[in-house]
């Protein structure tokens, strides 16, 4: 049964990629039943933004469909609670009123709760889906009173009511409103300081499900704040584009961090999801900046960018869920430090995670580099905007963006050469076995799609130009270029990625034909990797996780603040010979010690204060609502 119920979601996927893409084309539609649920009915729109993530959502369903049909485990199985997640991530971004949103909001969380919780035996697993309900129910808290705040002063549910009333609310209205349905998002998204689920919940979940939960669930979030800020509060206040400047550019840069130094395959993906997430948010709040100025090309060019970015990570970050799940499947860990060797037990596998993380590092031809490009165009117009504290503001961005760039590409040097590369570690490294045949259709066509994304940029900007042209109000150029080069704000820039392609693919094939003209022997003599005199090489002489971030820690102790520990156990006789050592590095996490911390401390401060309140005294308990009533007459 669970197997068939796949098999459904598989096929949803795909009729809601096509759905998706015929919105993003232009074909919307309005479905409303008055009767189906209280307070404005189900409503439920089709315009090319809510097309887009739902052709995300599609895509993303089927890879991860197939994924969970090769690998399935019947023990920890929740087929059910799979369909409807994938029913509510297709619902949200069509609902057109707040009630038919929440609900639909609600199922996802719900749902994909309930697949965090997939190991219920596990305590860190117990504590993942603890964190995630928390936060995720304080969101929809948030999401809950801003919407009732609207639905107060517009008299209206639906949200299209909401644009045309936003400019005519009261400027505290709108500032109380946003702040609680920024808050509401940001929190789903992933931003940080409220990040602090994400690390937790997409390891504990099985890797199909995490693939969703990074590669579209996190996005919805980021939906949710464009349409807030574009639309249902529209236009932002330069005030708010600041504010998601910059915290689009702490946690690009606070993610990537975070994902150099930890050794959980699944956990460093999910960090660098929040680093993903935070370079979208750079190009939203420059669009939302460049809007306010009165630059309506500028914003158009930078929510672009961040639209390109939402569709290229969906991709790759899918694609490396599904390719960590073939390891912790094949190896039985998702600690790196007991892989290693891989390559040559899983090759489908290493070859699609390769690709996967130069796509994430942003490397040419692929499509993470083509959404960075233009993120960094958009924001280098910046002196068009003539307010030196506006600029400044960019500056910082930008310099954010580059060192986050830089950092990424150290990141996946390091997720894919210590996982695949060298001799393995463990005895489960060493035994390994590739993934099954769904699951490697389905990484195979992601890293596809990642390819065609960064080839054809000619062919992608110009259909997000329709998408995002509506939501700024600019229309978008009559010509981004020609077929083979990308141009952009008048030939500010340009940029052929097919020209890149061929440049590598020459130099890469120059030396082998050089040979080949030199007359050299093509005869291959085969040997072992020079071992530094050593007669036989082990794993102990690789460069293990920990090792490769040690620099990092170091360079960027204000931020880890490292605890070092080191542990010999020296022969009784002489400790000359050592027998043992270990060594540990922990990092600590800022958030957790300066934020959730000292907040928790003084709840449960508050909680032994109030429970003193009950102490069974009905003299006490008739004390209390004498004292209530005589506040309420004296309020009155």
């Keep these: 049964m669970a197997g068939l119920l796949y098999i ?42 809510a097309g887009l993530f739902l052709a995300l959502v599609g895509v993303s369903t089927a890879a991860a469909s197939l994924c969970a049909i090769g690998s399935r485990d019947p023990a920890h199985d929740d087929a059910g609670a799979y369909l409807a997640f994938v029913a509510a991530l297709g619902a949200v971004p069509l609902a057109a009123n707040a009630m038919t949103f929440l609900i639909a909001w609600e199922i996802m969380s719900v749902a994909s709760w309930m697949l965090v919780l997939d190991r219920r035996d596990d305590a860190e697993t117990r504590r993942a889906a603890w964190v995630y309900a928390v936060m995720t129910h304080a969101g929809l808290a948030c999401l809950l009173a801003g919407m009732l705040l609207l639905q107060v002063h517009t008299g209206s549910v639906r ?102 130094v930890d050794h959980d395959l699944k956990r460093l993906l999910a960090f660098s999801s929040i680093e993903n997430v ?21 914003a158009l060019l930078a929510l672009v960018a961040a639209l390109y970015h939402v569709v290229n990570h969906a991709m790759f970050k899918s694609l490396l869920f599904l390719g960590a799940g073939a390891v912790v499947h094949g190896v039985g860990t998702r600690n790196m430090e007991a892989m290693g060797g891989l390559i040559k037990r899983m090759p489908w596998t290493a070859g699609g995670f390769l690709l996967g993380c130069m796509a994430i590092a942003g490397l040419p031809p692929l499509n993470g580099f083509v959404s960075e ?135 890469l094939a120059l030396p082998f034909v050089a040979l080949v003209l030199a007359g050299v022997s093509r005869r291959r003599r085969l040997y072992e990797t020079w071992g530094c005199g050593r007669m036989l090489q082990t794993a102990r002489m690789e ?25 010999l156990d020296v022969h009784p006789a002489s400790r000359l010979f050592v027998q043992r050592i270990a060594y ?8 957790e010690d300066w934020l959730y911390r000292p907040v928790l401390t003084a709840l449960r401060s508050l909680i032994t204060l109030v429970q003193h309140l009950q102490s069974g005294s009905a003299t006490a308990y008739l004390t209390y609502i004498f004292a209530a009533l005589l506040v309420l007459l004296a309020l009155r």
């Design 159 to 260: 949200f299209a009511d909401w644009s045309a009333a936003a400019p005519a609310l009261p400027a505290s209205v709108r500032g109380v409103a946003g702040l609680l349905l920024a808050l509401g998002f940001a929190g789903k998204a992933g931003v940080i300081p409220l990040h602090v689920w994400l690390p937790l919940a997409h390891p504990a979940a099985p890797s199909h499900v995490s693939a969703l939960m990074s590669g579209v669930m996190i996005k919805l979030g980021v939906y949710g704040l464009i349409r807030v800020g574009f639309e249902w509060l529209g236009p932002a206040p330069a005030a708010w584009g600041v504010v998601i400047l910059l915290a689009g550019a702490v946690s690009a840069l606070v993610g990537i961090l975070d994902a150099l």
């Design 584 to 591: 540990t590095n922990p990092a600590a996490s800022i958030f």
């Design 373 to 507: 490009w233009l993120t960094f165009q958009a924001l280098l117009q910046n002196v068009r905007i003539e307010e030196p504290s506006l600029n400044l503001v960019f500056v910082l961005a930008i310099a954010a963006l580059a060192l986050t760039a830089g950092l990424g590409a150290a990141c996946f040097v390091k997720a894919f050469g210590i996982t695949f590369l060298a001799l393995p570690r463990s005895e489960a490294a060493a035994h390994a076995h590739e993934a099954g045949l769904a699951t490697r259709v389905g990484m195979v066509g992601l890293a596809v799609i990642c390819v065609l994304l960064g080839l054809g940029p000619t062919v992608v900007v110009p259909v997000l130009g329709a998408v995002a042209g509506p939501v700024v109000g600019a229309a978008a150029p009559e010509t981004w270029g020609d077929l083979a080069t990308l141009s952009v704000s008048e030939s500010f820039a340009r940029l052929s990625t097919l020209a890149i392609a061929a440049t590598l693919v020459l130099g």
């Design 278 to 298: 935070g370079i979208i948010l750079i190009g939203v709040g420059g669009a939302m900046l460049f809007r306010q100025a009165g630059l309506e090309a500028l």
């Design 543 to 567: 460069y293990t996780a920990t090792a490769f971030a040690d620099p990092f820690k170091r360079v960027f102790r204000f931020f880890y603040r490292p605890v070092k520990r080191l542990e």
């Design 8 to 49: 459904v979601a598989f096929v949803a996927g795909v009729a809601g990629a096509g759905l998706g893409v015929a919105g993003v084309l232009d074909a919307t539609w309005s479905l409303r039943v008055e009767a189906a649920i209280p307070l404005g009915g189900l409503e439920l729109t089709m315009d090319p933004l």
